[in-house]
């Protein structure tokens, strides 16, 4: 009987894995706005990884133009008070902004589906106290909770990474609470069970590599959103002042007075560039979630 | 098919062909080629296992196809007039729900939850008809007693009534603007047989005091032939057989029908093995060439695989399409 | 909390030894961790959250429930309030030509608006209209120094302030209702009475809200609630871009001045508003829904 429903099972799950993977690409390949996002993101890492070779300048060659003077041929961005060309600093820049989104990601991925599939699979009282503690964060305006993290914990890039996983996992935590709620129900998981399965088997085949989908598009949004917090601590100041992200390059513009004195070739490219970040990887799980959760019946 | 050359027919349904697009211009054959015809106070059953196009005949008679549903030719009347391709917005204020209404599959769900039932019957009476709303919730109490639910429960939500009294809360809806021909689709089917044979009676009786025109879309043949006095059965988009429900029943001249009434348990007669057809229905991307029937009949011939077989006069008022006949 | 509140005053080199030890004691800092707690919840109670540091003395309740509520609570109740109209109507519309360009258009324009960091529009919209176009005031609630004639003037100006940071709030908060109100539309649209009201021959427009917006909205509804949070803690951020005097720019005064009995004002103000809203929201819920009132 336990042979059975172990092939029934692993079917849709261990085997079919590759074949489904194979299948979503395929699927997604058709879906112009998610290959879009694919097509920028990966813009972006290429940027990231090459920094040093594509730059003209690195982030501590001071003085090489005057200060904040507008864009030129020789400084497409212009140059910030410290006289360093703003385009360096930008792809520079994009090495934090983009590491520290897909840490935070990370951590608020990790966190978040332990917590979620722990809350809806069991009902004892560590998944009730967890289901207390998740709810209780979800209220919480999170920039809040982050900024003072964030300033009690120094102004660190590590500090950053945590304060935006710690205060991020809470809401998907309950996205996966919630699937793994509705999976738990399937026929096919009271098969399994019905044949002996342990809790760990159940767990780990049927409803884990079903809520795999979910937790990846929501991942690919984290990063969307983490790299959104990370501009707005540093903007505030609480970043890490040795690095150069582009909420880092905001701050200094801010406090540089570059809104008084006009200086929109330092206010706007990074904010561009953060704005086409967050929007590819939206459009990818854009698309991700159109392929993984077809809207049935167009009417 | 002229059988009575007296009054003009109620609705006439001539050659239709609906197709579903799916993508990569591709046809779902839902609908192909099917005339039909109702008369004043005749009630024809439509039958056929799911995917036979009965829902879809429906669909396209209320005009509610989805945008991938599109019409390639035939011609819909209704007492002589194209109201296939009539302006949608006239349909929709002087035909549908006014002469043609219907029930639809799923009544258990095909009511707002958010809405009061008798708002929602409302609704439709004062859209259609220049009546007070005090005057349509009168209305609304009348059709209830009609229907045999209790009047003062025209301001209770849907998820406070049952399966069976919310099939008679769409009932009464369905008859609220007094529309000369009702289509029920699956009226039955998510209900316990108790139930059943009280909608059915219900059914019966509105027939009789209303002079009702009905199309009964089932796959339940036991159904029809307690309320239809004719039946057209259908198979893969196509009509197979068509005549008065007695005679198809007790001579059925098409596989596909002979098949249908094997497999229908009945209490009366001699106990009997239930037969089962083969195989399953086909695919209508592309169906089978020739007579679609032919994969699974028992009967099927050289000829079968190649031609469509025409709907041939079996005898009195009996059309069937078989190459055996 | 970390960060001793006293070596800040210590920094002050004014102060001598024994005064230092007479603000401990009055402070009742010298007493043990969990009496401390005790006390405080005993203040709570009669309604006093405390002394500010920062503010030298000023009880806390007054900084957090004066002006600068009221501030933030026109800012972002007007900004949220706008976004989620916005949000609605745009979402219905869209999920009901889902496919068409206007749909396509919409989503675009959303998500974009959505990437956008708030402090970074805000900037921009300082820069370009403030700046350039000299339309706007760049910062503050009020114009500094002016003297006003009438209530009206005063209006006039504090809503000459308002037009900016109200603007940036609500094109970055709108794209989540958007979003969030063109999916429940679309699960709606599946729903089996959508085809009777289409059958019935009812007007589109009719359906499209009568029918479909009425059952879709009710997730949005759940995440206003949510969102309660945001509206008392301010969108710290954009405060500060604007200098907006209102609760998140006292916030992060607060931070930065390791002002603890604000901070902890702040935080159990916006708690008590989260279980305010939330039953707020259920209630709505319940009116909302026949099937879940008893």
Redesign the interface.
Known sequence: MKKKAERLVTFKGKTGFAVRVKRTWSEFRRNKIGVLGLFISLFFVVIAVFAPIIAPYSPSDIYVGAPLSPPSKEFPFGTDELGRCILSLIIYGSRISMSVGVIAALINISIGTIVGLICGYYRNILSDALMRVTDAFIMMPSLALMVVLAAILGPNIYTIILAIGITTWPTTARTVMSQVLSLKERQYVEAVRAAGGSDFYIIFHCILLNVLPIVFTNMILSIATAVLYEAGLSFLGLGDPTRISWGIILYYANTSGAIISGAWWYVIPPGICIILLVVAFTFVSHGLDEVLNPRLRRR | MKWRQIKVPLLEVNALKMYYEVKGKRWVKAVDNVSIRIDRGESLGLAGESGSGKTSLSLSIMRLLPSNGKILGGEIKFENEDILNMNYKLFKKKIAWKKISLVPQAAMSALNPVMKVGDQIVEAIIFHENVSKKEALERVKTLFKLVGLDPSRINDYPHEFSGGMRQRVMIAMALACNPKLVIADEPTSALDVIVQAQILSLIKDLQKNLNLSMILVTHDLSILSEICNSIAVMYAGKIVEYGPTLEVYEDPQHPYTKGLLAATPSIKGTRRRLKSIPGTPPDLLNPPPGCRFHPRCPYAKDICKKEEPPLVKVGGRRVVACHEV | ???DPTAILIGNPNITQKTRERIIHEFGLDKPLWMQYILYIRELIKGDLGVSFYFTGEPVIKIILGKRMINTLVLMGSATALSVVIGFITGVISAWR??TKLDLTG?IIS??F????????G??I??VA???LHLIP?GGTVTRGLVHVNVFHYIADYLHHLIAPMITLTLVLYGGYYLMMRNSM??T???????????????ER?IMF??AA??AILPLVSMVA?N???IV?G???TE??FSWHGI?SL??LA??SKDYPV?QG??LI?SIT?LLA?FIADILYAY????VRY
Request: glycine share 8%.
């Open positions: 909390m970390p960060g889902r496919g989503l998500i974009v959505f990437s956008t960091p708030s402090f970074w529009l900037l921009v300082l820069l403030g700046y350039y760049l679309l699960e649209l599946t729903q089996e009475y959508i085809v009777t009201a289409k059958a019935k021959g009812l007007p009719r009568k029918h009425r059952n949510i309660a949070a945001l803690g969108a710290i951020v500060t871009v998140g916030m992060f931070v930065a901070l702040i935080f916006i989260v939330n909302l829904d026949p099937r």
